[in-house]
């Protein structure tokens, strides 16, 4: 068992680890997260893109640049998030052509707004919204989170760091 000393140091020896910085090294530690492709057989439906799944995850991790495994969590749950949100708008937009489809021949802009009054009564539309609302309450609570995470950790001068989503105080009137 280490020594109380030896913890130490390796506890402060681990501390100033910022991850890697040559880009071959940037390079290799980017891929780690989606090496296995857990994220993709989980998430990704049989007739979605599995490369644009690990593309949108790789531009997260690209641009957010997690410094160790918490930090990548949050970004895969934005990356989740973000992908489930676009499956959702497919699924809007098909309701709603199917929906004009289904309208007899005319004027366009009512065709849409007959289909528009069939989709509003029925739960479909609603549902979809509410599912909406949900994935992008996940992706703001876990970008909230990877920024409070950054400023505990002492890493808020890398780049999730420069986004400032906290409320802005109103100056009393």
């Not at 910085?21 to 530690?29: A, C, D, I, M, N």
């Not at 699924?91 to 707004?113: C, H, K, S, W």
């Amino acid at each position: 068992m280490p020594s109380l000393k030896l913890i130490q140091a390796a506890r402060a020896n681990g501390a100033l680890s910022r991850g890697p910085v040559t880009p071959e090294g940037k390079s290799r530690s980017s891929q780690n997260a989606i090496r296995h492709g857990l994220l993709a057989r989980t998430v990704v439906m049989k007739d979605e893109s599995r490369p644009a799944f690990d593309a949108l995850l790789q531009q997260q991790i690209d641009f957010f640049q997690p410094a160790n495994a918490v930090e990548l969590g949050f970004v895969e749950e934005m990356a989740v998030a973000q992908w489930r949100m676009r499956r959702l708008w497919a699924l809007e937009t098909r309701l709603f052509d199917n929906a004009v489809d289904a309208q007899p021949p005319g004027d366009p802009i009512d065709r849409m707004a007959n289909a528009f009054t069939s989709l509003a009564n029925s739960p479909a539309l609603a549902l979809l919204h509410r599912y909406e609302t949900r994935l992008h309450c996940a992706n703001q609570r876990s970008l909230q989170n990877a920024l409070v995470v950054r400023a505990a950790t002492g890493n808020a001068n890398l780049p999730i760091g420069a986004i400032d989503i906290s409320p802005q105080e109103t100056p009393a009137t």
